[in-house]
Nanobody, 118 residues
């Protein structure tokens, strides 16, 4: 697997916002698929948000209306804006990219811890 450079994360109180970012010039472009995943302790990794090859964004029900995934192809960067964060959002977050939308994600970020206190 290849490596994306991941930024952001931290600890905030419930109701606040955080933004995560990932970059890789030759992987995150106009086409291709990108996604954000998260894994809480003792839980399986889950897909939080995804932009498909046609540019359509989809979200897990738990974050719909609060999280926004986006990318700036010219900068090879993707983002996850997280608003109204809740304690159940506490997890390690990972970005992922597949320049060919082949069904898997060969490129991953190193992970960012997000901790929400009530």
């Amino acid at each position: 697997q290849g490596q994306l450079e991941q930024f952001g994360g931290g600890s905030v109180q419930a109701g606040r916002s955080l933004t995560l970012a990932c970059s890789h010039d030759s992987v995150i472009g106009d086409t291709g698929c990108v996604a954000w995943f998260r894994q809480a302790p003792g839980m399986e990794r889950e897909e939080v948000a995804k932009i498909a090859g046609d540019g359509v964004a989809t979200y897990a029900d738990a974050v719909k209306g609060r999280f926004t995934i986006s990318k700036v192809a010219a900068r090879g960067t993707m983002f996850l804006d997280m608003n109204n964060l809740q304690s159940e959002d506490t997890a390690m977050y990972y970005c992922a990219a597949d320049p060919y939308c082949s069904g898997g994600f060969p490129f991953w970020g190193q992970g960012s811890q997000v901790t929400i206190s009530s």
